[in-house]
């Protein structure tokens, strides 16, 4: 069974730095790209990031870019998201979705952890 | 970037019928199209995709089509754990981008 747990969310001031990570298990986790896509509270998702199954790529959102950084250890079955100069804005539940094929479509998801920013 | 745009964004709806979302994109992206639900307090879950391919689990009566700019998800006869807020999202390009929500209540 595919499960994707992620970690590290809480309540952080503006300005600082935090590190989501995700567990995966249940499938090969080299094998799949790994996303990043947030919600803000009673708003619709947004992508954040992509990494390639093999880390060697990386995509980000215009809002995240040069702030956030993707990662992933694959001995580890870990995806990682390096979180700094954090806003208000980027307050939302962050979830870890897989991708698949080609086009790296998102097949699951894992429940997501709340990062709350105070200005 | 690819602007996804649904309608309805709100649809109401009865047990047993049967409902159409429609996903219309700013360009052409094949079928590069994904389709997820999402119930209050909970994350979201895959319904289809690459624009008609069910995914592993999901009942039959929901079913996806489209391709290029204009894509459909229809539930062909609604249960009542179905009342939820869906999603599509494009992968055919970056950024990846998600349409605003369509949210189906109870009439």
């Known amino acids: 069974e595919v499960q994707l747990m992620e970690s590290g969310g809480g309540l952080i001031q503006s300005g600082e730095s935090l590190r989501l990570s995700c567990a995966a298990s249940?499938?090969?986790?080299?094998?799949?790209?790994m996303i990043w896509v947030r919600q803000a509270p009673g708003k619709g998702l947004e992508w954040v990031s992509t990494?390639?199954?093999?880390?060697?790529?990386?995509f980000y959102a215009d809002s995240v870019k040069g702030r956030f950084t993707i990662s992933r250890d694959n001995s580890k079955n870990t995806l990682y998201l390096q979180m700094n100069s954090l806003r208000a804005e980027d307050t939302a539940i962050y979830y870890c979705?897989?991708?698949?094929?080609?086009?790296?479509?998102?097949?699951?998801w894992g429940q997501g952890t709340l990062v709350t920013v105070s200005s | 970037d690819i602007q996804l745009t649904q309608s309805p964004s709100f649809l109401s709806a009865s047990v047993g019928d049967r409902v159409t979302v429609t996903c219309r994109a700013s360009?052409?992206?094949?079928?590069?199209l994904v389709w997820h639900q999402q119930k209050p307090g909970e994350a979201p879950k895959v319904l289809i995709y690459?624009?008609?391919t069910l995914q592993s689990g999901v009942p039959s009566r929901f079913s996806g089509s489209g391709s290029g700019t204009e894509f459909t998800l229809t539930i062909s006869s609604l249960q009542p754990e179905d009342f939820a807020t869906y999603y599509c999202?494009?992968?055919?390009?970056?950024?990846?981008?998600f349409g605003q929500g369509t949210r189906l209540e109870i009439k």
């Open positions: 979705p897989r991708g698949r094929g080609n086009n790296n479509y998102v097949d699951y």
């Open positions: 249940g499938f090969t986790f080299s094998s799949h790209a």
């Open positions: 990494i390639t199954a093999s880390g060697d790529g990386t």
């Open positions: 360009q052409d992206m094949s079928n590069h």
């Open positions: 690459a624009a008609s």
């Open positions: 999202q494009q992968s055919n390009s970056y950024p990846i981008t």
